[in-house]
Nanobody
Framework: VQLQASGGGLVEPGGSLTLSCAASGFTLNDYTIAWFRQAPEKGPEGVSC????????YYADSVKGRFTISTDNAKNTVYLQMSNLKPEDTAIYYCLADSQGVLRAPGFYTGGVWRKSWEYDYWGQGTLVTVSS
Protein backbone atom coordinates (compact mmCIF):
# COMPACT_ATOMS: atom_id res chain seq x y z
CA VAL A 1 0.00 0.00 0.00
CA GLN A 2 1.41 3.35 -1.03
CA LEU A 3 0.08 6.89 -0.97
CA GLN A 4 1.80 9.78 -2.69
CA ALA A 5 0.68 13.35 -2.15
CA SER A 6 1.60 16.08 -4.62
CA GLY A 7 0.55 19.53 -5.77
CA GLY A 8 1.81 21.70 -2.95
CA GLY A 9 3.56 25.00 -3.46
CA LEU A 10 3.70 28.67 -2.62
CA VAL A 11 0.48 30.64 -3.03
CA GLU A 12 -0.66 34.09 -1.99
CA PRO A 13 -3.48 34.57 0.53
CA GLY A 14 -6.80 34.19 -1.22
CA GLY A 15 -5.32 31.88 -3.82
CA SER A 16 -6.10 28.28 -4.73
CA LEU A 17 -4.30 24.95 -4.99
CA THR A 18 -5.35 21.40 -5.74
CA LEU A 19 -3.55 18.54 -4.03
CA SER A 20 -3.51 14.99 -5.38
CA CYS A 21 -3.14 11.71 -3.50
CA ALA A 22 -2.26 8.82 -5.79
CA ALA A 23 -2.83 5.36 -4.32
CA SER A 24 -1.14 2.14 -5.38
CA GLY A 25 -1.33 -1.40 -4.10
CA PHE A 26 -4.99 -1.18 -3.14
CA THR A 27 -8.34 -0.03 -4.47
CA LEU A 28 -9.08 3.46 -3.24
CA ASN A 29 -12.80 2.86 -2.87
CA ASP A 30 -12.15 0.12 -0.28
CA TYR A 31 -10.56 2.57 2.15
CA THR A 32 -11.56 5.78 3.85
CA ILE A 33 -9.06 8.40 2.72
CA ALA A 34 -8.29 11.51 4.72
CA TRP A 35 -6.19 14.60 4.28
CA PHE A 36 -4.26 15.73 7.33
CA ARG A 37 -1.90 18.63 7.76
CA GLN A 38 0.85 19.43 10.18
CA ALA A 39 2.14 22.92 10.78
CA PRO A 40 5.49 23.59 12.44
CA GLU A 41 5.47 22.68 16.14
CA LYS A 42 1.89 21.43 15.97
CA GLY A 43 0.34 17.98 15.89
CA PRO A 44 -1.43 16.48 12.90
CA GLU A 45 -4.83 17.99 12.13
CA GLY A 46 -7.53 16.16 10.19
CA VAL A 47 -8.74 18.40 7.38
CA SER A 48 -11.13 16.29 5.33
CA CYS A 49 -12.04 12.70 4.58
CA UNK A 50 -14.06 10.69 2.09
CA UNK A 51 -15.55 7.41 3.28
CA UNK A 52 -15.09 4.05 1.62
CA UNK A 53 -17.99 2.71 -0.38
CA UNK A 54 -20.55 5.51 -0.15
CA UNK A 55 -18.16 8.44 -0.56
CA UNK A 56 -19.52 10.68 2.19
CA UNK A 57 -17.32 13.69 2.87
CA TYR A 58 -16.41 15.42 6.10
CA TYR A 59 -14.49 18.59 6.82
CA ALA A 60 -12.86 20.34 9.74
CA ASP A 61 -14.67 23.54 10.67
CA SER A 62 -11.55 25.55 9.82
CA VAL A 63 -11.75 24.59 6.13
CA LYS A 64 -15.48 24.07 5.58
CA GLY A 65 -16.66 26.04 2.58
CA ARG A 66 -13.13 26.54 1.29
CA PHE A 67 -11.83 22.99 0.71
CA THR A 68 -13.41 20.20 -1.34
CA ILE A 69 -12.36 16.54 -1.32
CA SER A 70 -13.12 14.36 -4.32
CA THR A 71 -12.22 10.96 -5.73
CA ASP A 72 -11.39 9.73 -9.23
CA ASN A 73 -11.73 5.95 -8.97
CA ALA A 74 -10.48 5.40 -12.51
CA LYS A 75 -7.20 7.11 -11.58
CA ASN A 76 -7.20 5.74 -8.02
CA THR A 77 -6.60 9.30 -6.85
CA VAL A 78 -8.12 11.58 -4.22
CA TYR A 79 -8.00 15.34 -4.62
CA LEU A 80 -8.20 18.24 -2.21
CA GLN A 81 -9.25 21.48 -3.86
CA MET A 82 -8.31 24.41 -1.66
CA SER A 83 -9.53 27.93 -2.25
CA ASN A 84 -9.44 31.24 -0.39
CA LEU A 85 -6.25 30.05 1.25
CA LYS A 86 -5.06 31.72 4.44
CA PRO A 87 -1.61 31.94 6.03
CA GLU A 88 -2.83 29.57 8.77
CA ASP A 89 -3.33 26.90 6.10
CA THR A 90 0.45 26.69 5.76
CA ALA A 91 1.51 23.13 6.58
CA ILE A 92 2.71 19.84 5.20
CA TYR A 93 -0.33 18.00 3.86
CA TYR A 94 -0.56 14.22 4.00
CA CYS A 95 -3.07 11.69 2.79
CA LEU A 96 -3.92 8.75 5.03
CA ALA A 97 -5.87 5.54 4.49
CA ASP A 98 -8.12 3.64 6.89
CA SER A 99 -8.72 -0.01 5.99
CA GLN A 100 -11.53 -0.24 8.56
CA GLY A 101 -13.49 2.65 7.11
CA VAL A 102 -16.44 0.59 5.93
CA LEU A 103 -16.80 -0.92 9.45
CA ARG A 104 -16.83 2.38 11.32
CA ALA A 105 -19.98 3.42 13.12
CA PRO A 106 -21.56 6.67 11.93
CA GLY A 107 -20.42 8.38 15.11
CA PHE A 108 -16.81 7.86 14.08
CA TYR A 109 -17.37 10.46 11.41
CA THR A 110 -20.10 12.68 12.83
CA GLY A 111 -18.30 12.78 16.18
CA GLY A 112 -15.04 13.86 14.62
CA VAL A 113 -13.03 10.74 15.54
CA TRP A 114 -11.93 10.57 11.89
CA ARG A 115 -9.68 13.54 12.70
CA LYS A 116 -7.44 11.39 14.93
CA SER A 117 -4.38 10.34 12.92
CA TRP A 118 -3.81 7.15 14.93
CA GLU A 119 -7.02 5.69 13.49
CA TYR A 120 -5.35 5.29 10.09
CA ASP A 121 -3.23 2.41 8.83
CA TYR A 122 -1.21 4.14 6.16
CA TRP A 123 0.44 7.51 5.67
CA GLY A 124 1.82 8.90 2.46
CA GLN A 125 4.67 11.31 2.00
CA GLY A 126 3.53 14.86 2.44
CA THR A 127 3.47 17.91 0.22
CA LEU A 128 4.24 21.39 1.51
CA VAL A 129 1.70 24.19 1.15
CA THR A 130 2.90 27.70 1.96
CA VAL A 131 0.45 30.58 1.97
CA SER A 132 2.31 33.87 2.05
CA SER A 133 2.50 37.19 0.28
Amino acid sequence: VQLQASGGGLVEPGGSLTLSCAASGFTLNDYTIAWFRQAPEKGPEGVSCVTSGDGRTYYADSVKGRFTISTDNAKNTVYLQMSNLKPEDTAIYYCLADSQGVLRAPGFYTGGVWRKSWEYDYWGQGTLVTVSS
